[in-house]
Structures are given as C-alpha cells and as structure tokens.
C-alpha cells in the first residue's frame, strides 16, 4: 500500500504502512518538514503498520527535531506507545 501524507490545517495525517516500502518517503518528506516549518504535528490514526524501520525513522525524526529545536508531535491511536519507545531509547 502507498503511503499518503495530506496537510488539513496545522497537521499532516498519514494514511498507509509505515515499513521498510515506505519509510525512505515517510522520512524523506518529514525531514523536510522540520527543516522548513517551525513545528511537525503528525495523525497515525489511519495508519495500518509501523514495523522496525518505521519505529527508527520516528526516532531518527524525534532526534532531527531535537537538533534544529523543532516542535514534533505525534497524535492518533498508537502515539503512547511510540512516545514510550522513544523515551525508553533516550532514558538507556
């Protein structure tokens, strides 16, 4: 399945499977995102699979933000479990 990305207002909602197909796209356009706007909130609502490589691009995303002092935000169902992940990784 492709992965789509839409703007509705102030947030980009993902649509599709977050692997190891679609991760260089997904990363891709939100590195570019960060860079260039002063915040990133992203719905993982429709969002059907995030596998290994979908987890590290959000944690490579997470640090990306980090960085440049960008806002990143996840919302929909799922983001407690990302956000755990994330911090577990920065806590170790």
């Known amino acids: 399945m492709t992965l789509k990305i839409k703007k509705q207002d102030t947030i980009f909602n993902v649509e599709g499977h ?3 197909t679609t991760v260089e796209q997904f990363k891709n356009h939100l590195e570019f995102l ?3 706007t002063k915040s990133v909130t992203i719905n993982i609502d429709k969002v059907k699979e995030i596998d290994k490589n979908g987890m590290k691009a959000f944690h490579d995303l997470y640090a990306t933000a980090l960085i440049y002092n960008k806002k990143f935000e996840i919302i ?3 983001c407690k479990d990302i956000y ?6 920065y806590a170790a």
């Open 18 to 20: 977050i692997n190891t």
């Open 34 to 36: 960060l860079l260039y």
């Open 76 to 78: 929909g169902y799922g």
């Open 84 to 89: 755990e992940d994330i911090q577990h990784h």
